[in-house]
């Protein structure tokens, strides 16, 4: 499986941004795709999960009633919109397949894209 996330860019705060991710390869075999974003200076975070083919979808409370994952199957395509943007937004952000069911291992990655809120 190939990811390749883009979308990203320079928003200004409560502005809104949509991000996508474009699987390839094997994408049948996709369990669950995430978006997670890494701050200058902090660690890695999980935002949000979607099931690929439920839909069932998962938030950090730090997202929640902000950002919406979804995904389209028939254009292997996964979004991230973004609203309600604020500073603490900003980073690279990056979305991750699993394969497997529970515990995802997300063992694919995009490349990540730059999101930067200004004030």
């Known amino acids: 499986v190939q990811l390749q996330a883009s979308g990203g860019g320079l928003v200004q705060a409560g502005g809104s941004l949509r991000l996508s991710c474009g699987a390839s390869?094997?994408?049948?075999?996709?369990?669950?795709m995430g978006w997670f974003r890494q701050a200058p200076g902090k660690e890695r975070e999980l935002i949000t999960t979607i099931n690929w083919r439920a839909g069932g979808t998962y938030y950090a409370d730090s997202v929640k009633g902000r950002f919406t994952i979804s995904r389209s199957n028939t254009k292997n395509t996964g979004y991230l919109q973004m609203s309600s943007l604020k500073v603490e937004d900003t980073a690279v952000y990056y979305c991750?397949?699993?394969?497997?069911?529970?515990?995802?291992?997300?063992?694919?990655w995009g490349q990540g894209t730059e999101v930067t809120v200004s004030s």
């Open positions: 991750a397949a699993s394969r497997s069911t529970p515990p995802y291992d997300f063992a694919y």
């Open positions: 390869g094997r994408t049948f075999s996709i369990f669950e």
